[in-house]
């Protein structure tokens, strides 16, 4: 069985960095076609993807946000972290983290098991 | 703004059909990507419900249905049921001169009446 479990601080400060675990079972990001994803969702609005990492340690960034994130992963301890610099209020949402599929190929990629998600607060 | 545009909200009565729309451009759907659905029920995290713009996961019933053509893609839910009111999202991959990214539309609230 497939599961991810993401964890972090609830609340960050303006300017601060952020730094989220994704912690998961079932399949190890040491296995061939392996990737998981990063994305999040303001409150009451849609999903954004943020960033990927493969298990050849390939990293993919939004485009839009690739200055400030980093992906990494610990294969041995079967997490991937995710740290945000610079954070501003705009950034309030829950942040998933999920397994995704497609590997080789960007147009077939989907994101197939998600973890339950973590709510993070930018705020003074 | 979302690159893949969805209606805002659509509904229907139980036992009745209704679809949602994923409308894209030439750097997205019409490149060929696939589309991908998920649903999102109200206080969870989204869940992979289409993959490859037709197929379904297993243990999704076969009342949900994708398909795509051009530069849009649609989500068909047939026998309606009060447990399929949720978020529906549309995903892609979206390719162009100002950069790659994997996209999602800007979703749509199933109400069942």
């Known amino acids: 069985q497939v599961t991810l479990r993401e964890s972090g601080p609830a609340l960050v400060k303006p300017t601060q960095t952020l730094t989220l675990t994704c912690t998961f079972s079932g399949f190890s990001l040491s296995t061939s076609g392996m990737c998981v994803s990063w994305i999040r969702q303001p409150p009451g609005k849609a999903l954004e993807w943020l960033a990927r990492?493969?298990?050849?340690?390939?990293?993919y960034y939004s485009t839009s946000l690739k200055t400030r994130l980093t992906i990494s992963k610990d294969t041995s301890k079967n997490q991937v972290v995710l740290t945000m610099t610079n954070m501003d209020p705009v950034d309030t949402a829950t942040y998933y983290c999920a397994r995704t599929s497609g590997y080789g190929d960007p147009g077939i990629v989907a994101f197939d098991i998600w973890g339950q998600g973590t709510m993070v607060t930018v705020s003074s | 703004q979302s690159v893949l545009t969805q209606p805002p909200s659509v509904s229907g009565a139980p036992g009745q059909r209704v679809t949602i729309s994923c409308t894209g451009s030439?750097?997205?759907?019409?490149?060929?990507?696939?589309v991908h659905w998920y649903q999102q029920l109200p206080g969870t995290a989204p869940k992979l419900l289409i993959y490859g713009n037709s197929n379904r996961p297993s243990g999704v019933p076969d009342r949900f249905s994708g398909s795509k053509s051009g530069t849009s893609a649609s989500l068909a839910i047939t026998g309606l049921q009060a447990e399929d009111e949720a978020d529906y999202y549309c995903q892609s991959y979206d390719s162009s001169l100002s950069g790659s990214d994997w996209v999602f539309g800007g979703g749509t609230k199933l109400t069942v009446l």
């Open positions: 030439s750097s997205n759907i019409g490149a060929g990507y696939d």
């Open positions: 990492i493969d298990w050849d340690d390939d990293k």
